[in-house]
């Protein structure tokens, strides 16, 4: 089974940056996804990874440390529009269904 | 491209009574396909996924079924509703290797009352 933590909401200034962390238990892992949801829409894919490292896509990224079960995603530069709730996802290893268990999410609010 | 639909959008039904809620991909061809569910401020919950026609896994126990039955067709269903199945309902695809990413479509908002 699989245990995902990430906070439950966080609140930051439009053009500031923040740092979104989620932590992972798993008995076998193989890939992190992170989704962009706002309220009442779908999740939107943002982000990738299954080495250890940061991949930039923009003004979003996001951090991967295997060994410590541990991911972040950073927005920059942030934006009204970025205020979204904000999912972490694993994929196990031997996944033929290529199934991913979710957190919790972390909703955003994003200030003048 | 690929496209995902979903429908109703919305739904309100009475306790007991039964429910179909579909889903169908274009664009593609043999998608894996999921069912999740999302209470109010949580996170996603899977119900059910398919890698083939006729092909069903369930990861909760509960009330609801699900079919496909055809490569880009997936069907959620339940006999007798029950409150606790209000929520929102997303089905996703993805393509049928473990690599790639799932894509959401637009979701039915269901209450039961």
Not at chain 2, 34 to 59: D, P
Not at chain 2, 83 to 107: I, K, M, N, T, V
Request: a neutral charge; one cysteine or more.
């Amino acid at each position: 089974g699989q245990n995902i933590d990430q906070p439950t909401e966080m609140t930051a200034t439009e053009g500031a940056i923040v740092q979104i962390n989620c932590t992972y238990q798993t008995s076998g892992f193989n890939g992190l996804f992170w989704y962009q949801q706002h309220a009442g829409e779908a999740p939107t894919f943002l982000s990738y990874n299954v080495l250890d490292g940061l991949e930039e896509k923009g003004r979003f990224s996001s951090f991967l440390s295997r060994s410590k079960g541990y991911s972040y995603l950073l927005l920059k530069e942030l934006q009204m529009k970025d205020s979204a709730s904000y999912l972490c996802a694993v994929r196990e290893e031997d996944n033929a269904g290529n199934m991913l268990t979710f957190g919790g999410g972390t909703r955003l609010m994003v200030k003048p | 491209s690929q496209t995902i639909h979903q429908w109703p959008a919305t739904l309100v039904q009475p306790v007991g009574s039964p429910l179909s809620l579909e889903c169908t991909v274009e664009g593609t061809s043999n998608p894996n396909l999921y069912w999740y569910r999302q209470a109010a401020g949580r996170g996603l919950q899977l119900l059910f996924y398919s890698v083939g026609i006729g092909q069903i896994s369930s990861e909760v126990p509960q009330n609801l079924s699900a079919s496909r039955p055809q490569d880009r067709q997936f069907i959620l269903s339940s006999k007798k509703l029950l409150l606790s199945d209000s929520g929102f309902y997303l089905c996703a695809w993805s393509r049928p290797r473990a690599s790639y990413e799932q894509y959401f479509g637009p979701g039915t908002r269901l209450t039961v009352t």
